[in-house]
């Protein structure tokens, strides 16, 4: 399916993403959160069926890269202080 093009290659890779982002980065929220007027608890498949929404998945990809950055950034300042 991920060979060809078109809407069955796209929904596949979505699907793909967000397990893999739901497995390595979406790891858990406190709280409800509210989806389609339904309120969801932290679970895995929950996370999934949020980041299989575009601009949802886009905005938890920003948002870990972001932390990566600030991680890579506050290590190297350690680093000097050492």
Same mark, same amino acid.
């Given at each position: 399916? @991920?060979?060809? !093009? #078109? ?14 982002? =739901? %497995?390595?980065?979406? @790891?858990?929220? !406190? #709280? ?14 929950? =996370? %999934? ?20 950055a600030y991680k890579v ?10």
């Amino acid at each position: 399916v @991920l060979d060809g !093009k #078109g809407e069955a290659a796209e929904a596949k890779s979505n699907e793909i993403m967000a397990t893999v982002m =739901a %497995e390595t980065i979406l @790891l858990g929220w !406190k #709280g409800t959160v509210k989806f389609q007027g339904q309120a969801m608890e932290y679970s895995k498949a929950n =996370a %999934e069926k949020l980041l299989t929404v575009p601009l949802f998945r886009q905005w938890v990809n920003k948002m870990s890269n972001d932390e990566h950055a600030y991680k890579v950034v506050k290590d190297e300042e350690d680093k000097e202080n050492l």
